[in-house]
């Protein structure tokens, strides 16, 4: 499977965003999905996940109420609502899928596709 990562932009403080993660390929209704977010200088940090089927979802602690994914398997597409926007969610955003995982994980090794990633900046 392909993934194709949009989305991302410039925005204020507060503000919101939605980022998309398009994907290639009949079966992806199948793969866990992932979001996860690198800044300059810094290790990558996982966001947010959520199941094949959608019925599973986990955002991390630092973006928990702000943040919430969601996908729409018949549009092949994983979506990263972003509200309430921090400076320091400044990062490149990636999404990465999982044919193995039976729902969702926090661990970056355990996604085998990876898109290009998209920039997220958040100004004070």
Do not use: H
């Not at 800044?39 to 602690?61: M, N």
């Not at 926007?85 to 090794?109: G, H, M, Q, R």
């Not at 596709?113 to 998209?118: E, L, S």
């Amino acid at each position: 499977v392909q993934l194709q990562a949009s989305g991302g932009g410039l925005v204020q403080a507060g503000g919101s965003l939605r980022l998309s993660c398009a994907a290639s390929g009949r079966t992806f209704s199948s793969y866990a999905v992932g979001w996860f977010r690198q800044a300059p200088g810094k290790e990558r940090e996982f966001v947010a996940a959520i199941s094949w089927s959608g019925g599973s979802t986990y955002s991390a602690d630092s973006v928990k109420g702000r943040f919430t994914v969601s996908r729409d398997n018949a549009k092949n597409t994983v979506y990263l609502q972003m509200i309430s926007l921090k400076p320091e969610d400044t990062a490149v955003y990636y999404c990465a899928a999982s044919l193995i995982l039976s729902s969702w994980s926090p661990n970056w090794d355990e996604y085998d596709y990876w898109g290009q990633g998209t920039q997220v900046t958040v100004s004070s």
